[in-house]
């Protein structure tokens, strides 16, 4: 369990006591003490500097993480402050790397959907666990799939950063001390192998950063740097659980003791603690909380993230159109109707993986009468507008970037089976010309996209042939080819009436998907992250079958 403690400091000497437990540590969801019990933690006399993201600073590190509803949070145990909104945070990752500054206090770094790494001030000598005015650290960071803050890499004592290509390519950025960081260094080919890199931080006290690595099937080995950006030869841990666990965070010192520490998430949305040795390893795991599903990302975690779409919409015949929420467990929250004036009969649905930089999904309309999309979260403008569209499209899907630029995009496809891409602006109200991409569609019944499902990073789709073959055709993240040539990965999916993509659904960065029988039966299929789906999992056996739509 995580513990919660009131906090004060004199001088060098910290102080704590149990305080009462918060109902809620995040935002929409419970947060439940295992065994109702409130542990004091060991003194943390033996500390030898500032925990790295400690916000309140009290000696120990605090979580960082953002919500279904995109906003950022700061939990430091005795209270919880939203730091960051969505519409200003535009978060997709966050790293809680240390001070970047100098100043001597904790600070954020935040990459956007779109590639903009920002640097956010720490404040907590005007305001405990806040966070101040925030600059552009650089752009076109898109590129990457997954970056990493492991500590200081070269030792000359500032904190250094660690990006990935989607092709594996591993580059290393020297901290300047001063918020922003030198030209990249090429370090390293092949890390697409792990679907989690984790910057551990100091893991053996030697004063260089470290790197956790898992792969996709649940091995995790420990990569411990050698001062010039590089690292020794990896080190495999011999445990089992790794792969039971959809986010690991590294990096912190949560029991105050100066040794580094690590989080992990499993798919039940429990949080368990692995105590550091000091020497490269850790303890035995200890469980910590409950009910922490909901967070999409948390700062630090190895997974690469997801954006822009979590949950579905469902829509009656006569236009009524329901909300579904992802609850991070593979799991749909309670319904919540949010309009009743899209007929079946006038107009054509899809929801799409966000067409904006907050990472909200985005309902997009298609009037079978004009051909105009339109979005209604803009319903306050003039004209929401998107595109004039055609008539002729009987398919709308928004998978997510497929051009590459980290703004959201969309398909058509006309009755004939020509497929047009929309390249998206990050605005949610406009998107470009329509580009040709390809003919012969029409072969297909269903097309689902909600993300990435091959693990690199982007954005995917699917399509069912009236024969019940599903084919996968992966992101390229390339504007003129966004995707590759099409794969096979299953046969039978005739047997289901509604294939849709929930996004994320269970919290590990891969894209999910989910289906309907004509009887009415719910199933879910993890994302495993290689271009597949594990096993079906069935979530209800009957009640789904009323719905005209399911996007």
Not at 122 to 142: D, E, F, N
Not at 203 to 216: E, F, I, K, M, S
Not at 322 to 340: A, D, E, F
Not at 520 to 549: E, H, M, N, P, Q
């Amino acid at each position: 369990m995580l513990t919660l403690r009131s906090r004060r400091r004199d001088g060098n000497h910290r102080h704590r006591r149990p305080v009462a437990v918060r109902a809620s540590l995040l935002a929409g969801s419970a947060a439940v003490l295992v065994a109702g019990v409130l542990t004091v933690l060991p003194s943390d006399a033996d500390a030898s500097g500032p925990a790295r993201g400690d916000f309140d600073g009290d000696g120990t590190s605090d979580l960082v993480y953002r919500n279904v509803a995109g906003q950022l949070y700061i939990n430091t145990g005795s209270a919880e402050t939203m730091a960051l909104d969505a519409d200003v945070s535009k978060v997709k990752d966050v790293l809680t790397p240390g001070d970047l500054d100098g100043d001597g206090v904790q600070d954020v770094l935040t990459l956007s959907s779109s590639g903009v790494l920002s640097f956010h001030y720490g404040i907590y000598a005007r305001v405990p666990g806040g966070l101040g005015s925030r600059k552009t650290v650089a752009t076109g960071w898109q590129g990457y799939n997954k970056i990493a803050a492991p500590g200081d890499m070269n030792g000359d004592g500032k904190v250094d950063l660690l990006a990935r290509t989607p092709s594996g390519t591993l580059y290393f950025y020297p901290g300047l001390g001063t918020g922003a960081f030198g030209s990249r260094v090429k370090i390293g080919t092949g890390w697409q192998q792990y679907d989690e890199l984790i910057g551990a931080g100091d893991l053996n006290r030697d004063g260089v950063g470290d790197l956790l690595a898992r792969t996709p099937a649940g091995v995790l080995y420990r990569y411990l740097g050698k001062k010039g950006g590089t690292f020794n030869a990896k080190v495999k841990d011999s445990r089992t659980e790794w792969g039971s666990y959809n986010q690991i965070v590294g990096g912190g010192d949560w029991d105050g003791n100066g040794k580094t520490d690590l989080l992990a998430r499993d798919y039940s949305g429990n949080l368990w603690f692995y105590a550091g040795n000091g020497n490269g390893t850790f303890a035995t795991r200890a469980a910590r909380s409950k009910g922490w599903g909901a967070v999409t990302q948390f700062a630090g975690a190895g997974e690469t993230p997801h954006f822009g779409k979590y949950g579905i919409m469902a829509r009656t015949a006569s236009g009524s159109v329901y909300s579904y929420q992802v609850t991070g467990t593979g799991n749909l929250s309670g319904k919540l109707l949010i309009g009743s004036s899209w007929p079946t009969s006038s107009t054509r649905l899809a929801y799409a993986s966000s067409l904006r930089d907050s990472g909200l999904g985005d309902l997009v309309v298609h009037s079978v009468s004009s051909g105009k999309l339109t979005n209604p979260a803009f319903y306050a403008l003039t004209d929401p507008l998107i595109a004039a569209g055609s008539t002729t499209y009987n398919r709308i899907v928004g998978p997510g970037d497929v051009t590459g630029d980290g703004k959201g995009d969309l398909l058509a496809v006309t009755s004939s089976g020509t497929l047009y891409l929309y390249a998206g602006n990050g605005s949610g109200t406009s998107v470009a010309g329509r580009v040709k991409l390809g003919t012969g569609w029409q072969q297909y019944n269903a097309l689902v996209g909600g993300g990435d499902i091959t693990g690199d990073g982007r954005a995917d789709l699917l399509a069912r042939d009236s024969s019940g073959a599903l084919w996968r055709y992966a992101g390229t993240g390339s504007a003129t080819k966004p995707f590759s040539a099409r794969v096979k990965i299953g046969t039978g999916w005739q047997q289901y009436k509604k294939l849709f993509s929930p996004g994320d659904a269970n919290g590990d960065g891969k894209a999910d998907l989910m289906a309907t029988n004509s009887s009415g039966a719910l199933y879910f299929y993890a994302g495993t992250g290689t271009g597949t789906f594990k096993g079906r999992v069935t979530k209800a056996t009957s009640g789904w079958s009323t719905w005209s739509d399911l996007l």
